[in-house]
């Protein structure tokens, strides 16, 4: 009894060393493979086994494929004997008879059995094959083969030793594959996966981790992770994570990590701590891209001053973004409601808008986009652009969503530049000349009402219209070197013309600016009609004189002669008489002399007073 006690115990002391190894063999490979191998390897050496197989279902459930196996009989011990290709289908030789009995099963020798071993050539050199199936959970997942040369030397088992072997073998297996499957899984995922534990190491960390960060894993294994983490977020980093020992739990928590090569990665992070292990275990998404469109869209929307705003029917609320409150000038707590937000704008006008697009919105489907003045929380009065787009599932509106920008620093330029405009528009209405402005292609942008009127033409005629082309008038070669040639130099030009699509003299100033030319027209036709009828006019005044000093002078020279001679006292009466006659026929012609100037004078009277008319007509 002694004897069997003895043996007894030695034979659980071995099992019990074993199960520990094997568990031990587990832990030390990261792949199944290797693993089983190592545990043959170790069971045919402990136990002078010769032979050993482990055969594994596949997905389906379908067959049992060999996976891993050790012999020492051929003449390479330990060489697969390529029956790696090799099926097994359910009660087909030992390994598919343990599948289908699901207990151990025994070929014998020295003693025939049902069981075939066909497919094992080295079976004549064997006392024993045996098949222990491998169940987990009351669920086969596959079969222990075990050949023995030599039974006097090998350790025979109990079936009920087999029995613990084959549980504590499956129950490795089964942690292995979803160890593996976890581990597949994990370094699959595009977001750093990991464990750490309370002293701040990582314990365990995915691919993703290293791809992201650009260190190796024995690197990131080997320090604490506070390491990696940018110097101004360590502290609240370490803080949070403190207090995830505590019970606590976070998720979207952002931090910055450091890369190998001196770049910055936002991470955001979700974490848990697992008390009964002493560890927290944490999944970390890659949200730089995300953070900087997101900080680019803050500063666009600082300097653009853009904030977006939402109704929601579903929920009756309404978001308002932080620049859409700041725009508002309300606190960034604030919560809008339907009442508050309407009283931003002015009773009257404003709300009857507001309140109109968001009815056509509701009912019609209507988008807006409208310029607004509100008064914001602090009074002020701001004008703003309101966008407003509505959104309809099965022909119910659920939402209108936009966004609002502060536009008064733009409203009030263009209001100033409006009164300006006006100003201007004033100044040049009460000139007295016609004034044009066009752009560089003579298109017509402003005219006054002068221009009309000394043009000829209504203005919505001329209004967008190139110049030249309203008024008719074609520029010969030469009038264009003379007048438009210099004007695309950037030289102010001065000219009068006749132009006869509208039979008028005009006085034309062109003043070139940038992209724009402004035009100074006069019409001087009355001014070169006066000139003239003053060049007619002097024509006969000098006629007149001409007559006066030449015609005149003749007569009233002989005249003069005459009586001079009649002062003579030598003259007898007779002479005297003669000479009166002489001054009588001169004077006589110089009166008819004077009637001919008197009446060219009147004429030249008459010619000026019918000017003078025509004028006030």
Not at 435 to 452: Q, R
Not at 596 to 602: A, E, F, L, P, T
Request: with cysteine; proline share 2%.
């Amino acid at each position: 009894y002694i004897a069997r006690d003895v043996t007894g115990a030695k034979y659980q002391e071995i099992q019990k060393n074993l199960l520990i190894d094997i568990g031990v063999l587990f832990g030390h490979e990261r792949e199944l493979k290797p693993c089983l191998i190592n545990v043959l390897d170790y069971l045919t050496s402990i136990a002078e086994y010769s032979l050993g197989e482990i055969w594994l279902l596949n997905s389906e459930n379908t067959h049992l494929k060999l996976v891993a196996d050790f012999n020492n009989i051929i003449d390479q011990p330990g060489l697969n004997r390529n029956r790696q290709e090799k099926l097994f289908s359910i009660a087909e030789g030992i390994v598919g008879s343990t599948w289908e009995k699901q207990s151990i099963q025994v070929w014998n020798k020295n003693n025939k059995t049902n069981i075939q071993v066909l497919d094992y050539p080295e079976a004549n050199k064997l006392e024993k094959l045996i098949g222990i199936p491998l169940i987990h959970n009351e669920q086969f997942i596959g079969a222990l083969v075990i050949g023995i040369k030599n039974a006097n030397k090998s350790l025979v088992f109990q079936k009920g030793l087999f029995s613990e072997l084959a549980k504590h073998l499956a129950a490795e297996i089964k942690r292995k594959l979803i160890e593996i499957e976890l581990d597949h899984i994990i370094n699959c995922a595009p977001d750093i996966i990991c464990k750490t534990s309370a002293d701040g190491y990582f314990k365990k960390i995915n691919k993703s981790a290293s791809s992201l960060l650009g260190y190796s894993e024995d690197e990131l294994l080997s320090k604490k992770f506070i390491e990696f983490v940018h110097p101004e977020d360590q502290k609240i980093t370490l803080n949070l994570y403190s207090k995830l020992f505590q019970g606590n739990s976070y998720q979207h928590f952002e931090n910055r990590f450091i890369t190998k090569q001196g770049g910055t990665v936002w991470l955001s992070w979700s974490a848990k701590s697992i008390e009964e292990e002493g560890a927290v275990y944490a999944v970390a998404k890659d949200i730089t891209e995300n953070k900087e469109l997101k900080n680019l869209l803050n500063e666009v929307t600082d300097l653009t001053l853009i904030g977006g705003w939402e109704l929601n029917f579903k929920n009756s609320q309404i978001y308002w973004s932080d620049m859409t409150k700041k725009i508002h000038e309300v606190e960034p707590s604030y919560l809008p409601t339907i009442e508050s937000t309407l009283s931003f704008y002015k009773d009257g006008e404003a709300r009857e808008i507001i309140l109109a697009v968001i009815e056509n919105a509701i009912q019609k489907g209507e988008p807006w986009d409208l310029e607004i003045p509100i008064v914001t929380a602090k009074g002020q009065d701001r004008w703003v652009r309101m966008i407003g787009k509505p959104e309809f599932i099965k022909n119910q509106c659920t939402r209108i969503f936009g966004s609002f920008q502060d536009i008064n620093d733009l409203k009030t330029s263009q209001f100033k530049m409006e009164k300006t405009n006006r100003e201007k528009n004033n100044i040049l209405e009460s000139i007295g000349d016609a004034f044009i402005s066009v752009d560089d292609n003579w298109t017509v942008n402003y005219c006054n009402a002068k221009a009309n009127e000394v043009l000829n033409i209504d203005k919505k005629n001329i209004l967008g219209h190139n110049l030249w082309s309203a008024l008719k008038i074609q520029f010969s070669p030469k009038d264009f070197i003379k007048y438009l040639k210099p004007i695309k130099k950037g030289e102010t030009i001065y000219f009068q013309d006749y132009f006869t699509s509208i039979d008028k003299w005009l006085d034309i100033s062109i003043y070139p600016t940038e992209n724009t030319l402004s035009l100074y027209i006069r019409d001087i036709t009355e001014k070169k009609l006066n000139q003239v009828a003053v060049e007619k006019q002097n024509e006969r005044l000098r006629e007149i004189a001409w007559t006066q000093s030449h015609v005149v002078r003749a007569p009233l020279a002989r005249m003069l002669g005459l009586i001079d001679l009649i002062k003579e006292e030598e003259l007898c009466e007779r002479e005297k008489n003669d000479l009166l006659d002489h001054i009588y026929s001169s004077a006589t012609e110089l009166d008819g002399i004077i009637k001919n100037i008197v009446h060219k004078s009147q004429l030249v009277i008459e010619i000026d007073k019918s000017n003078m008319i025509d004028k006030n007509v």
